[in-house]
Nanobody, 129 residues
Framework: VQLVESGGGSVQVGGSLRLTCAVS????????LSWFRQAPGKEREGISC????????RYSHSVKGRFTVSSYSSKNIVYLQMNDLKSDDKAVYYC???????????????????????WGQGTQVTVAS
């Protein structure tokens, strides 16, 4: 199992970035996928979940309305589109596979916040004011 993030960088407040998580080593739609982030001195925060089998998504309050998660199943890729970035969004962003495999409708809602055990290496997002 391998998850590889890319797309991080430095942007101005109000700017946008799109993160990519490339997944390999298992059947793509057999698990949901979550994005997490960790800012310096803060606990890791789960910010989104997507269940590829049905397209269900869920977001934390801190990013809802600004971030959008989507999947490109034929390429085993999950995207996190981040718009209207704020200084508080500065963090290392990780994609992660949940502990439990997809088990049916409303997976993200049922298991939020999702517990994950397979992680990417992370990608840094810096937001400058």
């Amino acid at each position: 199992v391998q998850l590889v993030e890319s797309g991080g960088g430095s942007v101005q407040v109000g700017g946008s970035l799109r993160l990519t998580c490339a997944v390999s080593g298992y059947r793509f739609d057999s698990y949901a996928l979550s994005w997490f982030r960790q800012a310096p001195g803060k606990e890791r925060e789960g910010i989104s979940c997507i269940a590829m089998s049905e397209g269900e998504t869920r977001y934390s309050h801190s990013v809802k309305g600004r971030f959008t998660v989507s999947s490109y199943s034929s390429k085993n890729i999950v995207y996190l589109q981040m718009n209207d970035l704020k200084s508080d969004d500065k963090a290392v962003y990780y994609c992660a596979r949940p502990v439990s495999s997809y088990s049916g409708p409303y997976y993200c809602q049922k298991f939020w916040p999702v517990e994950a055990d397979r992680w990417g290496q992370g990608t840094q997002v810096t937001v400058a004011s």
